[in-house]
């Protein structure tokens, strides 16, 4: 009895000293804020007034899941503190350094695709900001708006400034919304594409731009409530996809050059090209059919400014009219070869629609000069060479339906079991597992709220979900105010790309053992669910780690959920990082294996000490 006694005071004086030391740990990270060190709108002075004492589950896990089942590792392994990079890697990005890239061919544009570097060669130090970093302005503000102190380069003010591209303005870039092919801004430019692609009425929901610029395309087509995935090299043009990104526009590095897209077949709804200076002509049509794969059935293609609308152009253009008449023929024989049906041609912009299968046009699919793309998984595109071949469409019984199945319009489609696991093309997934999955993660929000009640709030516009299974995550948060870019795993056991998209939102494939196309600071939050679980054997937690923190905003903020000995090992690396840390239960309880860790990123710049 009296064992008993010592053992429940034992109890209550640990759940006392946890209590204390959480709100402590809410107070000293809320005087932070309010020191002047935190810049911008602060998450931690917000959270610690929203869980100001707060009762939080007891978090002694090793009662419940004993130290005997771990790796001994697990607890005697220190992790040194990381020390910051230079502060000339403010712009870093590992698998797009300029140097390293101007080393590989320059044939196909391979010299401005991914090229990570080898394992000696990978920086082991924290990204600094530069130096007057501030929170970005909040959408929709940001859109027009961002702080010269964060993307401190105007090469891009005097090269575009008769196109509207971007002004600078005091300690501020502006962007009117113009482009090279619509000075005049993008809304009178979509407003035009609209004349034609029913882009309002909810059937074009997820666009890929081919040559963003500063991706003001996708900015404005958000009126629409477009989706649109941009995607531009890391050229002399400096710094154009950091701008979209930092104006909170979805976005990432990348070029159509000798690699496919890291996309499944059969996505998006709208494909453009303004002025994208890829060679559609060339390669045997090679780039057409890339974008023919990428584009559902019925979908459509954009493509302004050169050679379209010579007759009236050509002058400006410093070009022959027999050269630009020959690229236009030869891209009007590609899109006869796949089938588009030409739809329009005004004013220099010309559009052309996708077939709804393949049996609406089988003579020209038999065409021998024609090659069909082998039939592997439409799945099966990192790092795999483009080839100059048609991809085929799924099966049909009849020319009026539509291969892969119909989608409903936007926003219906969001939660509507998606075709692809309608016709059983995802093993191991049925309407029945689908619908679990958007359940489950309702309640696994509902329960992240708790501890962190800005997650729809516009406090997070951009936002990455690391390991985004069915997309169920960033579907049960959509919202006008934030996206959500979700990734799926090169080694996942099943993909679930095609099912995103079916669902009207927009990811790409990555591998988490090499760094990210993006650039430092693009992410304002960042979820990973058993990502690390899943790369335990394959790459060090540390990198991962440290990949996160570079594409990470100073004070964002960092979700991971994963198995109990996992978590341990994440947070003793996440805390030599610079970051504030707590961890908490599963919602199901102490007893579930499964833990999470809230953690935000300390505000730190070049030069400057943690703070």
């Known amino acids: 009895m009296a064992r008993n006694f010592t053992e429940n005071k034992t109890r209550t004086a640990v759940f006392v000293l946890l209590v204390f030391g959480l709100c402590s740990f809410f107070y000293l990270l809320g005087v932070w804020q309010r020191s002047g060190f935190g810049r911008g709108d602060s998450i931690a002075a917000v959270v610690n007034e929203q869980t100001k004492c707060m009762k939080l589950p007891n978090l002694n896990f090793e009662s419940h899941h004993s130290a005997s089942d771990l790796p001994n590792e697990t607890f005697r392994s220190e992790v040194k503190t990381f020390e910051s990079c230079d502060a000339e890697c403010t712009d870093y990005t590992p698998c797009e350094e300029q140097k390293h890239a101007m080393t590989f061919p320059r044939d196909h544009m391979i010299y401005r695709e991914r090229h990570c570097p080898p394992k000696q060669e990978k920086l082991h130090c924290l990204i600094p900001a530069p130096k007057g970093y501030v929170a970005p302005f909040l959408w929709p503000k940001s859109r027009d708006y961002v702080s010269y102190a964060n993307v401190p380069h105007k090469s891009l003010t005097v090269e575009k400034a008769i196109q509207n591209w971007v002004h600078y303005e005091g300690n501020v870039f502006r962007f009117p919304g113009g482009g090279t092919q619509f000075p005049q801004g993008a809304d009178k430019y979509i407003d035009q594409l609209a004349s034609v692609i029913p882009i309002t009425e909810g059937k074009v929901r997820t666009a890929l731009d081919t040559g963003c610029g500063v991706a003001s395309l996708g900015a404005y087509l958000l009126k629409k409530n477009v989706l649109t995935m941009s995607f531009a090299p890391k050229d002399n043009h400096e710094s154009q996809v950091q701008f979209a990104l930092e104006r909170g526009v979805p976005a990432y590095i990348g070029v159509l050059g000798s690699m496919k897209l890291s996309f499944p077949s059969r996505v998006f709804d709208m494909a453009h090209c303004s002025r994208c200076l890829i060679p559609w002509s060339e390669s045997n049509g090679m780039y057409m059919m890339e974008v023919d794969r990428i584009l559902r059935p019925g979908g459509y293609w954009v493509l302004s400014g050169p050679p379209i609308g010579w007759k009236m152009f050509y002058k400006g253009w410093q070009r022959t009219k027999d050269d630009l008449r020959s690229e236009q023929r030869k891209i009007e024989q590609f ?277």
């Open 335 to 611: 899109a006869e070869l796949l089938c588009w049906k030409k739809i329009s041609e005004k004013d220099g912009i010309a559009i052309w629609r996708k077939r709804l299968n393949d049996k609406s046009c089988p003579r020209k699919q038999d065409n021998s000069k024609v090659a069909k793309c082998e039939s592997t998984s439409d799945n099966d595109v990192w790092y795999k060479k483009m080839e100059a071949c048609i991809t085929p469409l799924p099966v049909v019984k009849s020319v009026s339906e539509v291969a892969g199945g119909q989608l409903e319009p936007f926003p219906q489609r969001l939660n509507a079991v998606p075709p692809r696991i309608a016709h059983g093309f995802v093993p191991g997934f049925s309407a029945q597992t689908y619908e679990e999955d958007i359940k489950l993660w309702q309640k696994h929000i509902n329960a992240y709220k708790k501890t962190n009640g800005l997650l729809d709030t516009g406090r997070y516009r951009n936002i990455m979900d690391m390991n985004a299974g069915l997309g169920s995550f960033a579907a049960v948060l959509e919202s006008p105010k934030l996206w959500v870019m979700n990734v799926v795993p090169t080694i996942a056991d099943t993909s679930t790309l095609g099912v995103i998209y079916e669902r009207g939102l927009i990811g790409m494939y990555h591998d988490w053992c090499e760094g990210f196309s993006t650039y430092p600071r693009t992410y304002d939050l960042i979820h990973g669910n058993g990502v690390f679980s899943l790369y335990e054997n394959r790459c060090n937690f540390e990198d991962i780690l440290l990949e996160m923190d570079r594409i990470l905003r100073p004070e964002g903020t960092v979700i991971i959920r994963d198995k109990v000995d996992t978590i341990v090992k994440v947070e003793k690396i996440a805390k030599a990082m610079r970051w504030n840390t707590i961890l908490a239960d599963h919602k199901g309880g102490p007893r579930v294996p499964e833990k999470i860790i809230f953690a935000v990123k300390r505000y730190w710049i070049a030069d400057s000490k943690s703070r």
